[in-house]
């Protein structure tokens, strides 16, 4: 794109000039953010991540089936996918396992998207 300058005619400037960007991200953040991003991708990961960051404690696996309207292995897939995102951790207590959403994940990856904080 060309644009005048100095209102003189005929002078043009190419508007387009090699700025120096530098990257917002390091390839193995991107990478982990990535996954995260990715887990939270499939509308059953999205909609258990939610139940689950919704709940002030932890939440038990058992408890996440009925308001997915999946099976229990399906659910169990899920988050497992979720687990190896880093989005949730987990706790095994006698047969159940016990859920809670990681407190910084989800903002890291909303932090991902825009622009940089100042100070």
């Known amino acids: 794109m060309n644009i005048p300058t100095n209102g003189q005619p005929g002078e043009v400037v190419d508007a387009c000039r090699a700025a120096e960007l530098t990257s917002a991200l390091q390839e193995s953040e991107a990478v982990q953010l990535a996954?995260?991003?990715?887990?939270l991708a499939d509308p059953a990961r999205l909609r258990l991540f939610a139940l689950i960051a919704s709940q002030?404690?932890?939440v038990c696996a058992c408890s996440l089936v009925e308001p997915l309207?999946?099976?229990?292995?399906?659910v169990s897939h899920h988050l497992k996918v979720l687990y190896e995102a880093g989005l949730v951790d987990r706790q095994r207590r006698g047969s159940w396992v016990w859920y809670w959403a990681v407190p910084g994940r989800l903002k890291a990856l909303t932090a991902a998207l825009g622009p940089p904080s100042k100070g």
């Open 69 to 74: 309207g999946r099976s229990q292995p399906t």
């Open 56 to 58: 002030p404690g932890q």
């Open 35 to 39: 996954q995260g991003f990715a887990a």
